[in-house]
């Protein structure tokens, strides 16, 4: 970890100590409370919840398959692995650590870590507009009689329109990324103005790879279907929590919010401390939104913690071992051997 990153790290720790101690007599919580409402949550719901985003991962697999195919064809299963060590990785390192599967399936397979890098780049922003036209779907044609309908329609069109701009933009970079890029160097000055164009024109060596219509299809589809299912994976685990109508009978539309809210709350995601970042964001959210009491609120952030982050943990640890992967090293080396490319 770089010195820069731990000062950040130890200083996020000292903030949430003194909110604690500054607030620990004007909250209150009830834990025993809590701690029942985690005991009694439904396990079936929460097995159905773990399988799909186990399922996730085998589409990442997929994906990744299709996107380096043009280059060189693999199969699905021999990129599993990485995608199991490398979100096992971010789980306990943060998402310093994100750049672990670039790293890890370009000396699996044998191809340039930059265009495996390229191949990142292109599957984030699938993610991105996947999650988006689910989410904006779902919230745009809620029904009117829903509470906080017009919330969920507006909060729906813009996403779509976001999406909409989204996909502007990757043909602009399919079409003419070296163009976008240059335009970007000159807009901005020194490093950021490098980076910026660094980035884009990563995205347009990913989106290259893609070399059909074909390839664009079956990969869209993929992200939906995946994204649909982290959706219903949200959905799932809510309903565990079965003593809790404000939870138990929650659609599928507005679960989208509370799925926002904890993508939100990951972007920056920092070893062990972004996991109660990350609890206190969607309880919030299930609190403010749904009316949810706030100890079954904490619960509930909690389980969809461990059912959508935590649960890779132990696959991915069982991965490392077989294929021999230093989960601590490989994410160091990634972040060092990426770095070394952006600057090459």
């Known amino acids: 970890m770089k010195k820069r990153d731990a000062i950040i790290w130890i200083s996020l720790v000292v903030v949430l100590a003194a909110v604690v101690v500054v607030f620990r007599d004007r909250i209150h919580f009830d834990w025993a409370m809590f701690w029942q409402q985690l005991k009694h949550a439904d396990a ?112 729906g069109v813009v996403s779509l329109a976001a999406t909409l701009a989204l996909a502007v933009f990757a043909m602009a970079v399919r079409v003419g990324g070296g163009t976008v890029a240059g335009f970007a160097r000159r807009l901005t000055l020194g490093r950021l103005a490098e980076s910026i164009a660094t980035k884009i024109e990563g995205f347009r060596d990913g989106l290259n790879a893609i070399a059909s219509l074909e390839e664009f299809g079956v990969v869209t589809l993929i992200s939906l279907v995946m994204w649909g299912m982290i959706g219903g994976a949200y959905l799932q685990t809510t309903h565990a929590f079965v003593a809790t109508p404000e939870l138990a009978g929650l659609t599928y539309a507005r679960t989208m919010l509370l799925m926002a809210a904890s993508i939100g709350g990951s972007l920056l995601q920092l070893p062990i401390v972004g996991w109660f970042t990350q609890i206190a964001v969607t309880a919030t959210a299930m609190h403010e939104f749904y009316g949810a009491p706030i100890e079954t609120a904490t619960a509930c952030g909690a389980m969809l913690l461990v059912v959508t982050f935590i649960c890779i943990i132990p696959a991915g640890l069982i991965y490392a071992r077989v294929e021999h992967v230093n989960l601590k090293q490989a994410a160091s080396e990634s972040e060092a051997a990426v770095e070394a490319v952006s600057e090459s």
Not at 53 to 71: D, E, F, M, S
């Open 44 to 155: 079936w719901h929460i097995g159905a919840a773990m399988a799909l985003i186990y399922g996730t991962y085998w589409l990442r697999a997929v994906r990744w398959a299709v996107l380096v195919a043009p280059t060189k064809k693999v199969a699905a299963g021999a990129l599993l692995g990485p995608q199991f060590i490398g979100f096992t990785g971010v789980a306990l390192f943060g998402r310093l650590a994100d750049l672990t599967r670039p790293y890890l399936v370009a000396r699996k397979i044998g191809l340039p870590l930059a265009s495996q890098v390229a191949v990142y780049t292109v599957e984030r922003m699938f993610d991105l507009g996947a999650a988006a036209i689910i989410f904006s779907s779902a919230l745009a044609f809620t029904p009117a009689a829903m509470p906080h309908h017009e919330l969920f329609v507006r909060t």
